[in-house]
């Protein structure tokens, strides 16, 4: 359609839907009009050929519609005060959990009476993990949904959720919910339909009457689970034919290609946004295209999906941030914020799981040699998107980052990935960590890892070593590794128990729902007795749980670190040390984080090569002043330790 035509097309649309386009509806209106040729041009990239073109197109801007209409009026509220804030997700006052919620508070309405425990702690944005139905035994850690509009019996009930969501808006807390967009449930309403024989629904999946294309994809396809759930097909007895299961056999993959299934998706993430999500994790937005001859992940059309959802989200619900977890190679994630003409118009939000890894590096090696070689993708965030800033959360740690980084550094990188495997899993020699190798595949040699913040810092063995030395150095290479996650820039989402230093929980063994995936070892049941402790200043949890605390208050009262795109890495002066500024118009943060066990220096003039030239550094963290002294004299950062310094002149 002609541009004219569209808007024709457009206007007639919203008058037969009854849109007040010159009063109440007024912004609407403008965004759908402004919107309207992007859409269809993204949707006709990906559908033009299609017989269902036209009344798919349709169905689109009707969801569109309806879900507008729909949409509560408080988040019509959020929606206008957010627009007046800007890009509010930037904010360095916005601290997350990550948490399941049964396995926190029991219930939905079990998390409406811990609130208080968030506000405790400085915490004001929650990630539930996905609480809509899925069934026990073959769930995922609720992956595999079977219905998106209800919640899970196990958490409670629809009316719980919106309870909940309701009292976190009054004390002005965040909300993030996942839509798993890849796939359902093999008891999906889709996936039972389609397993009884109806064609209808067996082309909401990728169904295969033999292995002749499944056998050629298998070539190319890297597997995902391959302990568990080897390839990527499963056999389904019912119809005798085989079915995509890119991740576990019970997750069948959804066929994008037919506009059927983007419309019903798209139609449940508008569905969200009207639940009060303030960002929508879309998980595994990776795998959503499938090509013969590829590997069938980051493939050009599931960014035009993508690019596509950001635009029908940003007319009808505008406040809801997209976050795309794609936990891929460090130059494929930087493209899910969007690349030419879509550059920061596709997710609003990425895990930096390049960063994170590197973290895990550096602790294991107390060399931040590799941290630096592998910045530059990192560094091309575009201006306006930013980044989950994690150390753990419910999934294990892919060494995601690639071989020639780890070459530039100087190390060889199949020894260095050993020895990173080896060091975690507690293998190697005299190593304090005790986590697992997750994923192994005998045939590439591939593994990641499972395991606590606490466990893999050495905290369980320290303990069981009763070693008072290595405790010490564990919580304070906790504390180091949660700090670097809180000033490097970006969202930090703490994950639920690392607050409290929990070590491993190991009872996933005796669940055969659960004892074949041990990604659950680091999933803990929370245990509110154990938590009080807390307020025993002798205790971990309650060394833990204050410099957390005090991690988030240092970050919320410095609006320099604000996500506005500001980090300039510091020249390494030494190898241990991990620097960079965090900078705006009036201050220049300079962030210091010690990787080595012993004390490091850092020589006075690295301070002096970045445009000030301090006289007295105040430090954020222990509240001490420090004279700059001379480029032949150091600054001394202790053993894992870190500071935030500050020119006390420039403020
Ligand atoms: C994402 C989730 C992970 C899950 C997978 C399949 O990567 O984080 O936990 O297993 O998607 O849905």
């Not at 005299?430 to 697992?436: E, F, V, W």
């Not at 690392?498 to 929370?526: C, E, F, I």
């Not at 509110?528 to 309650?542: C, I, L, P, Y």
Request: aromatic share 12%.
């Amino acid at each position: 359609m002609n541009l004219t035509a569209l808007h024709a097309f457009g206007a007639e649309l919203l008058q037969a839907n009854k849109i007040d386009s010159g009063k109440k509806d007024k912004a609407f209106a403008e965004r759908f009009t402004q919107h309207l040729d992007t859409i269809e041009s993204l949707f006709n990239e990906i559908y033009a050929g299609h017989p269902k073109r036209n009344e798919s197109f349709d169905a689109t801007l009707a969801s569109i519609i309806h879900n507008y209409k729909e949409r509560p009026a408080t988040f019509l509220n959020k929606d206008i005060a957010k627009e007046k804030k800007g890009n509010w997700f930037l904010s360095n006052e916005i601290t997350g959990m990550s948490l399941y919620v049964d396995r926190f508070a029991g219930s939905l309405k079990g998390l409406a009476d811990k609130l208080d425990y968030f506000d405790e702690l400085g915490v004001n944005f929650l990630h539930l993990m996905p609480v809509f139905e899925s069934p026990a035994g073959e769930s995922d850690g609720g992956y595999a949904v079977s219905n998106f509009r209800k919640v899970d019996e196990r958490f409670g009930n629809n009316d719980d959720l919106n309870a909940l969501i309701k009292k976190m808006n009054t004390q002005n807390m965040y909300l993030m919910l996942d839509i798993v967009l890849n796939h359902t449930s093999h008891h999906h309403e889709w996936a039972q339909k389609a397993k009884s024989g109806d064609p209808y629904y067996q082309d909401f999946f990728y169904f295969y009457d033999n292995r002749d294309i499944p056998n050629q994809l298998d070539q190319t396809m890297p597997e995902i689970f391959p302990e568990s759930s080897p390839g990527s097909f499963t056999y389904i007895q019912e119809c005798n034919k085989w079915v995509m299961t890119v991740f576990h056999n019970y997750q069948w993959d959804l066929n994008y290609s037919n506009p059927a299934v983007f419309v019903a998706m798209l139609d449940t993430v508008l569905h969200y946004a009207n639940l009060g999500v303030d960002i929508l994790r879309i998980d595994a937005p990776a795998f959503i295209w499938k090509q013969l001859g590829t590997t069938c992940q980051n493939l050009p059309q599931a960014h035009t999906l993508l690019r596509l959802i950001k635009q029908c989200v940003q007319v009808a619900s505008p406040g809801m941030a997209i976050l795309g977890e794609a936990i891929v190679a460090p130059d494929e994630i930087i493209k899910y914020f969007g690349t030419d003409n879509y550059t920061a118009k596709e997710c609003d939000v990425a895990y930096n799981a390049t960063q994170m890894a590197l973290q895990w590096d550096a602790i294991a090696t107390g060399d931040t040699r590799v941290m630096l070689s592998a910045q530059h993708p990192i560094m091309q965030k575009p201006f306006g998107c930013t980044w989950i800033s994690y150390t753990r959360c419910h999934d294990d740690i892919g060494l995601g980052y690639d071989d020639y980084m780890i070459e530039r550094a100087g190390f060889n990188p199949y020894q260095h990935r050993t020895f990173l495997k080896n060091y975690f899993a507690g293998w190697h020699e005299g190593s304090i960590s005790a986590g697992a190798l997750f994923s192994v595949n005998p045939k590439t040699n591939d593994a990641r890892i499972s395991g606590s913040l606490a466990s893999l810092c050495g905290l369980e063995k320290a303990v069981e070593w009763k070693s008072e030395i290595e405790v010490e150095n564990a919580l304070r290479k906790i504390i180091l590794m949660q700090a670097q996650t809180m000033f490097m820039g970006g969202i930090p989402m703490l994950f639920y128990g690392d607050d409290l230093a929990y070590t491993n929980d190991y009872s996933y063994l005796q669940d055969p729902g659960k004892s074949y995936d041990n990604r659950w070892m680091h999933r803990p049941v929370m245990n509110w007795e154990r938590n009080e402790k807390r307020k025993d200043v002798d205790s971990f949890e309650h060394r833990i749980f204050n410099d957390t605390k005090k991690l988030i208050a240092t970050r919320n009262a410095l609006p320099v670190l604000s996500d506005t795109k500001n980090v300039t890495w510091m020249t390494p002066h030494n190898i241990h040390v991990a620097g960079f500024i965090r900078s705006n118009k009036a201050n220049q943060l300079y962030c210091l984080f010690n990787y080595k066990n012993t004390a490091s220096f850092v020589t006075w003039f690295a301070f002096k090569e970045h445009g000030e030239r301090p006289s007295v550094l105040h430090d954020h963290w222990t509240g001490q002043d420090f004279k700059v002294g001379n480029d032949n004299e150091y600054f001394v950062l202790p053993p894992y330790s870190f500071a935030i310094l500050e020119s006390v002149e420039s403020k």
